[in-house]
């Protein structure tokens, strides 16, 4: 704790501006713009695009089977997939623009669209 006291009225204004600013600037790196559409892709070409505003169930047809995809109040989800760990069925609803499911052995793909994409891991 010795350190404490090497800091001046000036570094402890710089500290606390400087996490002022992570903490104003943590929510709008991370928000998103209003889903306005999914895009479900088939082996990498686009199969259907659907507006989210209609609720719907859709299925896409791929190697393994069919993917059934769900589009409900503005959000959606794949349902079932006949791959065998199921992680984009275990990854549940999506609501903001740029979330994705992506369902590899399968090859199908579902990714919410709107204005303004969310800042994720894959956008770095």
């Known amino acids: 704790m010795r350190w404490l006291a090497l800091f001046r009225p000036g570094d402890w204004l710089v500290a606390i501006l400087g996490m002022t600013f992570c903490v104003a600037s943590f929510p709008l790196a991370w928000q998103g713009g209003a889903a306005e559409k999914v895009v479900i892709k088939r082996g ?12 719907r169930q859709i299925e896409v047809p791929g190697p393994l089977g069919i993917t059934t995809v769900a ?9 079932s997939d006949p791959g ?28 919410i669209m709107g204005g303004k994409e969310a800042y994720d891991s894959l956008s770095y």
């Not at 065998?84 to 990714?111: D, F, M």
């Open 84 to 111: 065998p760990h199921q992680y984009c069925v275990r990854q549940g609803w999506l609501e903001r623009a740029g979330e994705i499911a992506i369902c590899a052995p399968n090859q199908v793909s579902v990714q």
């Open 71 to 79: 589009v409900e109040k503005r959000r959606v989800r794949v349902v």
């Open 44 to 55: 990498g070409d686009v199969f259907a695009e659907l507006d989210l505003s209609r609720n």
